[in-house]
């Protein structure tokens, strides 16, 4: 067997492993032995530090305590630093309020003044501020403190003296926040700057005046004439809202509400009684039935005058007002009610007013008053609405309708009682004794030609309108404004014919009666011929109902009061006669009796009979009368007077031509036309 080569590589490595393996065993050993040395030292390490923890364990407790023991402290600490902090600006407030307060009282500038009161204000609320954090956070710091003191108490971690130190503490300041804290809230600085406050308010609201209300009585009140609707300067308005908001937040709410609703409607009030509204204090249907009707139509133009302005300039400045100086508090609940408050006294005079006039007795003339404010009211509606909007407003409102729905039911009765009167003749006279025009007659068309005219037009067919739909209920169709005035007033002009034929039956004297048809027939005609009355009812109603009946009457006045004259110089009687002697008596007795009654005709026309409608009736009727009577008696006169009528004076056909003239001479009597009066004499 051949013995392996030195060189051999496999065997070089096997050495190498060898000589690592025994170094690595020999290490191994020693390490060995090493640990053996150090389990020896950790044995004793361990028995000295089981020596010491005994030691240290009294320390450790002690350690632990102190620990809990700032915990404590610190916590306690924390809430009493943040309270002495509130103190600290308390007292900062309070100087700084204080020398605000000396400067706004030696303030004249006015603008000055108001910043100075704003500056106040903030001051004011700073300071409630203040007390509130006091007020916060006083019981937190005794509750902690007295947490610590209890702590002590308990693990007696400090010396009795110096844990009675801190109880005492404990006791004062649970005695300050007890007191002292409602002191700060209701008897201190506080309170007094809150007074303060109060007066301020008052005095502010006070100075803010409505202007130039008076100034222009009797003005119409429009768009071009409106005066300012805002009542102060922006920083006058900033101050009483900055005021009422601080009021508000330190429990004084119902205090400044009762103060603002006082003050501004003294305001609102002393703004009207400028314009003398006295009139106001008559406002019973009694009373105002006994008022001059002169004093009552002036009282009622200034009434319609004064509500007007009262909504379109006073109550809108004082809801501007009071929806600046209020409307942020209570996330604008309040300001309305106010405002209500405010005007809800003063209204209630105008309506008690309006409610009284349109409750007093049903005259004649009262329609047109009644629709002076029916009208007036109409037009201010959609404003009237406006300012007195929501719930708050809805009694206010409510009354506004009640009072327009007694005009309407007023203004309506007037108007059918009107046309009753007629109807049943209640003047009281008899019908005219020369056959002229009844004063009952000319007062109703008068009356109707003023209510037919665009200012009265226009309200009355409302009216109507109106009272028909109350009556047929609202689903109804009713007619149209024209088709309703129409038939109103128609109705009073067949209530007017009624009344004419009525005195026309009472006169015995039948030519009297025909002339009084004629002239009042021929009057109602020509008086309402292009007006406004004369165009509602047509010309074709005006000619068949009054203009024929006056040509009736005219002819029929003709026929008796000189037909029977005309008749008697009829000559066939006479062409039968042969015996001259017997025409000459015939023709002596027809002139005879044709003298005598004309004589007596010609008397009447001039002491009993008026032809007054006219003038051109008078013409008209003059004409007629010559063409009817002058040929008739200038033949007979011409055929017989040379023969039969010698030795006796007979009027030749110029004098009766003169005469008959005579008896057409006389003016219009008629009166002048113009609203009707009480006492006017139609």
């Known amino acids: 067997m051949d013995l392996p080569n030195e060189d051999d590589p496999i065997l070089i490595e096997l050495q190498a492993a060898h000589s690592d393996l025994k170094t690595l065993i020999k290490a191994s050993v020693d390490m060995n032995t090493s640990y053996e040395k150090m389990d020896e030292k950790f044995e004793y390490i361990q028995e000295n530090l089981n020596m010491a923890s005994k030691r240290v364990a009294p320390l450790q407790s002690l350690s632990i305590a102190a620990k809990a023991l700032e915990t404590r402290i610190n916590r306690a600490v924390s809430p009493g630093l943040a309270l002495l902090e509130s103190f600290k600006l308390f007292e900062s407030v309070q100087r700084n309020l204080l020398e605000i307060a000396s400067g706004l009282l030696a303030e004249k500038n006015s603008r000055k003044r108001l910043e100075k009161l704003i500056k106040y204000v ?25 947490e610590v003191v209890e702590f002590l108490s308990r693990t007696k971690a400090t010396d009795r003296y110096r844990t009675e130190r801190l109880r005492e503490t404990l006791i004062t300041l649970k005695a300050i926040c007890e007191t002292e804290v409602d002191s700060m809230s209701f008897d201190g600085l506080l309170d007094e700057a809150l007074l303060n406050l109060q007066d301020e308010y008052e005095g502010l609201l006070k100075k803010l005046r409505h202007q130039n209300i008076g100034e222009h009585q009797g003005e119409a009140v429009d768009g071009k004439n409106l005066v300012s609707n805002s009542l102060g300067s922006e920083l006058e308005v900033e101050v009483l809202r900055r005021i009422s908001e601080t009021l ?34 008559t406002y019973t249907p009694e009373e105002i039935d006994e008022m001059e009707w002169e004093s009552l139509e002036t009282s009622i133009a200034l009434w319609i005058q004064h509500f007007e302005l009262a909504v379109k300039i006073v109550f809108v400045a004082e809801k501007n007002l009071c929806s600046q100086v209020l409307g942020s508090i209570m996330e604008g609940m309040v300001w309305p009610e106010c405002f209500i408050k405010i005007a809800d006294r003063i209204f209630a005079v105008f309506f008690r007013f309006g409610e009284g006039v349109a409750r007093s007795s049903k005259e004649p003339q009262k329609l047109f008053k009644l629709l002076d404010m029916f009208d007036s009211l109409e037009k201010l509606k959609p404003q009237f609405s406006d300012v007195f909007d929501g719930e708050s407003g809805a009694d206010i409102c409510s009354r506004f309708r009640e009072l327009e729905k007694l005009l309407v039911h007023a203004s309506t009765r007037v108007f059918w009682e009107f046309g009753l009167q007629i109807e049943d003749n209640q003047d009281g006279f008899p019908p005219p004794q020369d056959g002229s025009v009844p004063k009952l007659v000319r007062y109703a068309i008068n009356y109707l030609k003023n209510l037919t005219i665009d200012n009265y037009s226009a309200p009355m067919a409302q009216v109507l309108r109106t009272e028909q739909l109350w009556k047929s209920g609202i689903l109804s169709n009713p007619e149209n404004d024209q088709d309703l005035l129409k038939g109103a007033v128609s109705n009073v002009m067949e209530a007017i014919q009624r009344n004419v034929e009525s005195k026309k039956s009472r006169y015995k004297d039948k030519v009297l009666a025909q002339i009084f048809a ?16 004369g165009k509602l009812l047509g010309e074709p109603y005006m000619k068949k109902r009054y203009r024929y009946a006056a040509e009736e009457s005219a002819y029929l006045y003709q026929k008796q009061a000189w037909g029977s004259l005309v008749k008697l110089l009829d000559k066939e009687v006479i062409r039968r006669l042969n015996n001259k002697e017997e025409v000459g008596g015939v023709v002596k007795l027809k002139m005879e009796a044709f003298m005598t009654g004309f004589e007596e005709i010609c008397k009447r026309h001039r002491s009993n009979y008026k032809i007054v409608s006219d ?44 005469l008959l003239r005579q008896n057409f001479e006389g003016g219009d009597q008629g009166g002048a036309d113009g609203k009707p009066h009480r006492d006017s004499e139609d």
């Open 248 to 281: 508000a937040a330190n429990d004084c709410l119902d205090l400044c509400i009762d103060m603002f609703v006082k003050v501004r409607y003294i305001r609102a009030a002393k703004a009207l009684m400028r314009l003398n509204p006295d009139y106001l204090k």
């Open 122 to 146: 903030d001051c004011v609320d700073k300071l409630k501020e203040a007390i509130v954090c006091i007020s916060r956070e006083s019981d937190p710091a005794i509750q902690k403190l007295q």
């Open 615 to 658: 003038a051109d009736l008078r013409e008209q009727i003059k004409d007629a009368t010559l063409r009817f009577v002058l040929p008739s008696y200038t033949e007979f006169f011409g055929t017989y007077s040379s023969i039969f009528l010698q030795g006796k004076s007979y009027l030749p056909p110029e004098s009766v031509e003169a």
């Open 518 to 533: 004629m002239n009042t027939y021929w009057y109602i005609y020509m008086r309402t011929r292009n007006t406004e009355l």
